[in-house]
C-alpha cells in the first residue's frame, strides 16, 4: 500500500506542483522580483548562477516529467522472492489520489476566477492583494519605500524625472495644447 501512495501520490502529483509552482514562480512572477524579495528579505544579493539555475528549472522538470511519462509501467510490490501484483482497484485509488494532489492548483484558481467573475471583478483576480508583503508591520513600511524607489527608477513612470512632485502631474494639470504632451 506504501508503495502505491509513493508513486501515485508522491510521485507524479508532487511532480506536476513542483513544475507548475516554479513555472508560475520564474517566469510569471520573475526571476528578477524573486531575487530582489530575498535580497530583502535576507540582506543579500543572488549571485547570476542561482539565477540561472532558477531559470532553467521548469524546462527540466517538464523534461523530467516527460520522461516520468513516457517510461511508464504499473508498480508491484517484491516481497521477498514474490512479485506481487496490484489490483485495477488500488490502481484507480493511486490515479485518484494522483489527481487529488495535482488538481488542487487548478481548482483553486478557478474557484477565485469564479468568485471575482461574480462581483464583477475579473482583473483582480490577476492582482496582488492590499495587504501583500511582508508579515512585520515595521517591514512593510522598508518594503513599500523599496518598491517606490524601484518605481522611480523606471523609465515608463510619470514622475521619474520631477524635481518638485508638488508640481507633477496628477496634482497640478497643466492647460492642454493641442499636439502637446501633459507632463
Not at 54 to 82: D, E, N, R
Not at 174 to 181: D, E, H, I, K, V
Request: proline residues 5%; neutral net charge.
Amino acid at each position: 500500500m506504501f508503495d502505491l501512495v509513493d508513486t501515485y501520490g508522491c510521485g507524479l502529483g508532487v511532480l506536476c506542483v513542483a513544475t507548475f509552482e516554479t513555472f508560475v514562480l520564474m517566469w510569471i512572477y520573475g526571476v528578477g522580483r524573486f531575487a530582489d524579495d530575498l535580497r530583502f528579505m535576507l540582506n543579500t544579493s543572488v549571485s547570476w548562477f542561482w539565477r540561472a539555475c532558477w531559470s532553467i528549472t521548469p524546462v527540466l522538470l517538464t523534461a523530467i516529467f516527460v520522461i516520468a511519462c513516457f517510461y511508464w509501467s504499473t508498480p508491484t510490490y517484491s516481497g521477498g522472492q514474490v512479485l506481487y501484483w496490484y489490483s485495477e482497484e488500488a490502481h484507480s485509488v493511486g490515479w485518484g489520489l494522483t489527481l487529488l494532489v495535482a488538481l488542487q492548483i487548478p481548482l483553486v484558481a478557478f474557484t477565485i476566477l469564479g468568485m471575482k467573475a461574480a462581483s464583477g471583478r475579473v482583473v483582480d483576480a490577476f492582482k496582488p492583494e492590499a495587504d501583500w508583503g511582508p508579515g512585520d508591520p515595521a517591514a512593510v513600511d522598508e518594503w513599500r519605500a523599496r518598491q517606490y524607489r524601484k518605481l522611480l527608477r523606471c523609465k515608463r513612470h510619470p514622475y521619474a524625472y520631477y524635481d518638485n512632485y508638488a508640481m507633477q502631474y496628477p496634482y497640478y494639470q497643466y492647460p492642454q495644447q493641442q499636439g502637446t504632451y501633459p507632463m
